[in-house]
């Protein structure tokens, strides 16, 4: 029981502690051996990334916490199923974040926590 209590309490820590909406820990299970969310760090240059990935679906400008930065989205597919991922970068071209969402629901989100 108090093991089980734990658990709850430090993933509802966690997520309180986010600024943005949790994402769905699912998606990261069935994706997670994809190279753009396996191999993708922060840091990394537009040019290792697209080396990885290819080039993505579609690059959306001002979505990197900066309207000098740059977000691209790309769309994962397994067993015929599609998801939404973005990697956004700085305004030096370097990966500054990532996840299981579009670039626009990416900036939805940033613009709601501030």
Not at 39 to 44: I, L, N, S, Y
Not at 50 to 68: K, Q
């Amino acid at each position: 029981m108090y093991k089980h209590s734990l658990t709850a309490l430090c993933a509802a820590a966690l997520l309180a502690g986010c600024h943005t909406t949790p994402q769905n820990p699912v998606d990261f299970v069935t994706y997670r051996d994809e190279p753009l969310v396996k191999q993708v760090e922060t840091g990394m240059t537009m040019q290792q990334v697209t080396a990885l990935a290819g080039p993505p679906s579609t690059i959306v400008a001002g979505t990197a916490g900066s309207p000098d930065g740059t977000c691209n989205n790309y769309i994962l597919n397994r067993d015929g199923r599609q998801q939404p991922y973005y990697v956004s970068f700085d305004p030096s071209g370097h990966v500054a974040t990532k996840g299981f969402m579009t670039c626009e629901q990416r900036k939805g989100n940033e613009n709601a926590a501030g």
